[in-house]
C-alpha cells in the first residue's frame, strides 16, 4: 500500500455515535497530520501529532500513533451533521523535510 | 487568523493555453508548496520553494509548470501549455519552518478546468 492509507473509504454512521478512521504509512515519519476537506473545498488542517507523541487531543478530536505499526487513528467523540467531510491523513517523512504525502482519505456521512 | 488565500477560485482554460494560479502564502511563513488534486483522487505533492527556488519537486512537476515568487507577497504557478489532464484542483500552503512539527496551512484551492 501506499504511504497515509486511510480505511475506511467511506464510512456512515448516526449524529452522535463516534467515528474511527484510521491510517497507516511506510517510511519513518517526523510528523503525521489530519486534515478535513469537504467537497470541492479546501483543505482545514485538523490536528498534528508528532512522532514521539503517541495521543493527542483537541476539542472531539482525538488522534493516536502508533510508530511501531506504522498506523495512527482519528477519532471524531459525538459525530454532528457538520463533520460529514472527506479525511485525510498526512506524513511527513522522517528523511525529508519538505513534503507531505497525503493517503486517499476517508469519506464521512454522518446520517441525521 | 491568518490564512492562505488563493486566486482565482474558477479557471476555465483551453487545451494548450497558459494559466497561472496565484498564491498569498502567510505572511512570516518562509516555505511554499503547491499539491493538486484530480477530482476523486488523492492530493499529490508538486513542488517547494523556499529562499527563491525550489528545493523539491515530483516527477508530475515537468518542463510545462514553473512557480516564482515575483514579490514579497504572491506565489505563483506556472503551467505553460495545459493538457487536459492538468484539470484539478490546485493548492497552495505554506508553513513557517520545514523541519519539526510544523503545520502546513493550505489554501481554499483553484479548481482548474482545461477543455
Not at chain 2, 494559466?19 to 503547491?34: D, E, G, K, Q
Not at chain 2, 484530480?38 to 520553494?49: A, H, P, R
Not at chain 2, 515568487?69 to 484539470?87: A, H, Q, V, Y
Request: glycine letters at 6%.
Amino acid at each position: 500500500s501506499q504511504q497515509g492509507e486511510e480505511d475506511p473509504q467511506a464510512l456512515s454512521i448516526q449524529e452522535g455515535e463516534n467515528a474511527t478512521m484510521n491510517c497507516s504509512y511506510k517510511t519513518s515519519i517526523n510528523n503525521l497530520q489530519w486534515y478535513r476537506q469537504n467537497s470541492g473545498r479546501g483543505l482545514v488542517h485538523l490536528i498534528l501529532i508528532r512522532s514521539n507523541e503517541r495521543e493527542k487531543h483537541s476539542g472531539r478530536l482525538r488522534v493516536t500513533l502508533d510508530t511501531s505499526k506504522k498506523s495512527s487513528s482519528l477519532l471524531i467523540t459525538a459525530s454532528r451533521a457538520a463533520d460529514t467531510a472527506s479525511y485525510f491523513c498526512a506524513s511527513r517523512s522522517m528523511n525529508r523535510d519538505d513534503k507531505i504525502i497525503f493517503g486517499k482519505g476517508t469519506r464521512l456521512h454522518i446520517l441525521p | 487568523e491568518p490564512e492562505v488565500t488563493q486566486t482565482p477560485s474558477h479557471q476555465v482554460t483551453q487545451m494548450g493555453q497558459e494559466v497561472i494560479l496565484r498564491c498569498v502564502p502567510i505572511s512570516n511563513h518562509l516555505y511554499f508548496y503547491w499539491y493538486r488534486q484530480i477530482l476523486g483522487q488523492k492530493v499529490e505533492f508538486l513542488v517547494s520553494f523556499y529562499n527563491n527556488e525550489i528545493s523539491e519537486k515530483s516527477e508530475i512537476f515537468d518542463d510545462q509548470f514553473s512557480v516564482e515568487r515575483p514579490d514579497g507577497s504572491n506565489f505563483t504557478l506556472k503551467i505553460r501549455s495545459t493538457k487536459l489532464e492538468d484539470s484539478a484542483m490546485y493548492f497552495c500552503a505554506s508553513t513557517r519552518l520545514a523541519q519539526g512539527g510544523e503545520t502546513q496551512y493550505f489554501g481554499p484551492g483553484t479548481r482548474l478546468l482545461v477543455l
